[in-house]
Nanobody, 121 residues
């Protein structure tokens, strides 16, 4: 069983910063790409940023230059540093990971339960 647990959300003023963390636990062979997605009220879930096992990154245009995704493969953890936060960044942020349970298996998608980020004065 694989679990992803997010932390680091909260309330922050516009222009402020937050750092999200997501740790994967359980028994598995390896983790491929990891990423962050967000869902605002009344909107569909959207990609924020992804990072491959080798460190290649991809960002949504709306967060480029403000957010930075990173990972610690030794700790099976992905981070999202969010700077210059705006009201429109308010959403529930979900962690995602492509996990290979066994050497011979493909990667399955796993999701965290989400952490609320609210940007408001």
């Amino acid at each position: 069983q694989v679990q992803l647990v997010e932390s680091g959300g909260g309330l922050v003023q516009p222009g402020g910063s937050l750092r999200l963390s997501c740790a994967a636990s359980g028994t598995f062979f390896s983790i491929n790409a990891m990423g962050w997605y967000r869902q605002a009220p009344g909107k569909q879930r959207e990609l924020v940023a992804t990072i491959t096992s080798r460190g290649g990154t991809n960002y949504a245009d709306s967060v480029k230059g403000r957010f930075t995704i990173s990972r610690d493969n030794g700790k099976n953890t992905v981070y999202l540093q969010m700077n210059s936060l705006k009201a429109e960044d308010t959403a529930v942020y979900h962690c995602n990971a492509g996990v290979r349970l066994y050497f011979v298996s493909g990667a399955n998608d796993y999701w965290g339960q989400g952490t609320q980020v609210t940007v408001s004065s």
